[in-house]
């Protein structure tokens, strides 16, 4: 899996690059967020999921985004709301999508720089006590 990185202020952070689950020339990038329609016709925050050939598909022609259906998930929907959609069903848009066990570890990475943790060490804190005789 390729990695892309990406600066947030003075942390360097690698993301995870989605790919599908087959190659898909001229899909849809998977790694930015995109605008669905529902069934019942109302346009929600997605992500897409994967995507697979469309029935009407003709193998002779050029693939392109309109050559594949996609399974997407609306952001703040139940898993069970889930569906493969058509590309017309779709609108693009230009927002990258950071997982959240990369924002888990952003902030894992920030709290370590503001008490000066060394990876090494994570989890392991030391005190030391001064000894004094009576």
């Known amino acids: 899996m390729s990695k892309a990185s990406k600066k947030l202020g003075k942390l360097n952070i690698e993301l995870e690059k ?3 689950s087959k190659p898909s020339e001229g899909a849809l990038d998977p790694n930015y967020f995109i605008k669905a329609k529902m069934k019942n016709d ?7 999921i994967d995507c697979r050939p469309a029935k009407d ?3 002779k022609k050029k693939k392109n985004d309109y ?4 399974y997407v ?17 779709i609108e693009p848009l230009k927002i990258l999508i950071e997982e959240e066990n990369t924002k ?3 902030k894992t990475e920030e709290k370590k720089h503001e008490n000066n943790v060394d990876d090494e060490h994570e ?4 005190f030391f006590l001064q000894y004094k005789p009576l």
């Open 123 to 126: 989890g392991k804190q030391y």
């Open 67 to 70: 050559s594949y259906e996609y």
């Open 104 to 106: 888990k570890k952003r």
């Open 57 to 59: 598909l003709d193998p």
């Open 73 to 89: 998930h609306y952001e703040n929907f139940n898993r069970r709301m889930d569906e493969w959609v058509t590309r017309s069903r």
């Open 42 to 48: 109302t346009w929600h925050l997605a992500k897409i």
């Open 18 to 20: 989605k790919i599908y």
